[in-house]
């Protein structure tokens, strides 16, 4: 059975009472997934939402020209497919896949639907999560607007660091970034215009390059950026 203690170390459902999560262990499935298993397609239908407990996956569409789209890139406490859960009629509106091993809890959108409705607190979290997400991809519109893509770039791994980063002794962030195509993918760009733009960071000395490690030296200690959304070329 699964563990409400590993429930309650996701940040989803870090402030549910006991009760609470143990209402959603009795709609969850724990499964393992191994990199590059595709959780749905685009187009599909949905009955269901995931949330990352190990691992990562990445959420994409698919251009006119063949160009891979990336919306976002999960990890661990966030969730995916969560619109199943409020429109069951509608398809799927991207195609979600591993691209780590990862470990998902799968939950039953109607089930998961039946809980909330008797749990306002399970539902306010749910809340708090979709209102986030409309937040983030507010952010991302307004840097695909406003900034050049040096900036964007930086700004991307500005928020990477915030989610992901690990901090060192000297107060600088340790980051393990995504492949170049991928950065491009997210940003709408291309791979060697994200490869010029993290060489020029580099160069300025805002961040050092580690194969795939990134360290960055302009940003606070808590790993957040002052104005996340600010156009600019500070990091």
Same mark, same amino acid.
């Given at each position: 059975m699964l563990d409400l203690e590993l429930l309650r170390r996701v940040g989803f459902f870090s402030a549910l009472e006991a009760k609470d999560l143990a209402a959603i262990r009795d709609v969850a499935e724990v499964r393992a997934f191994p990199k590059g298993k595709l959780l749905f397609c685009e187009g599909d239908r949905g009955d269901s939402f995931y949330l990352v407990l190990k691992g990562k996956v990445k959420a994409t569409l698919l251009a006119e020209d063949g160009r891979e789209v990336i919306l976002s890139l999960l990890g661990p406490g966030e969730i995916v497919g969560e619109m199943a859960l409020f429109d069951?009629?509608?398809?799927?509106s991207a195609t979600v896949e591993t691209i780590e091993d990862s470990e998902l809890l799968?939950?039953?959108g109607q089930a998961f639907l039946d809980v909330m409705a008797a749990r306002p607190g399970i539902a306010m979290?749910?809340?708090a999560t979709l209102a986030q997400r409309l937040r983030e991809t507010s952010c991302r *519109?307004?840097?695909?607007?406003f900034?050049?893509?040096?900036?964007?770039?930086?700004?991307?791994l500005v928020e990477l660091a915030r989610k992901q980063g690990r901090e060192l002794a000297d107060g600088s962030l340790l980051v393990l970034r995504p492949t170049h195509q991928e950065i491009a993918n997210y940003i709408g760009t291309t791979r060697e215009t994200v490869s010029r733009s993290m060489h020029e960071l580099q160069a300025q000395g805002? *961040?050092?390059i580690v194969g795939r490690r990134v360290i960055l030296y302009r940003v606070n200690a808590s790993g957040a950026s002052p104005r996340p959304c600010t156009a600019g070329r500070r990091l």
């Amino acid at each position: 059975m699964l563990d409400l203690e590993l429930l309650r170390r996701v940040g989803f459902f870090s402030a549910l009472e006991a009760k609470d999560l143990a209402a959603i262990r009795d709609v969850a499935e724990v499964r393992a997934f191994p990199k590059g298993k595709l959780l749905f397609c685009e187009g599909d239908r949905g009955d269901s939402f995931y949330l990352v407990l190990k691992g990562k996956v990445k959420a994409t569409l698919l251009a006119e020209d063949g160009r891979e789209v990336i919306l976002s890139l999960l990890g661990p406490g966030e969730i995916v497919g969560e619109m199943a859960l409020f429109d069951a009629e509608e398809r799927r509106s991207a195609t979600v896949e591993t691209i780590e091993d990862s470990e998902l809890l799968v939950l039953s959108g109607q089930a998961f639907l039946d809980v909330m409705a008797a749990r306002p607190g399970i539902a306010m979290s749910v809340i708090a999560t979709l209102a986030q997400r409309l937040r983030e991809t507010s952010c991302r *519109i307004r840097n695909l607007i406003f900034l050049d893509t040096y900036s964007r770039v930086g700004r991307y791994l500005v928020e990477l660091a915030r989610k992901q980063g690990r901090e060192l002794a000297d107060g600088s962030l340790l980051v393990l970034r995504p492949t170049h195509q991928e950065i491009a993918n997210y940003i709408g760009t291309t791979r060697e215009t994200v490869s010029r733009s993290m060489h020029e960071l580099q160069a300025q000395g805002l *961040i050092k390059i580690v194969g795939r490690r990134v360290i960055l030296y302009r940003v606070n200690a808590s790993g957040a950026s002052p104005r996340p959304c600010t156009a600019g070329r500070r990091l």
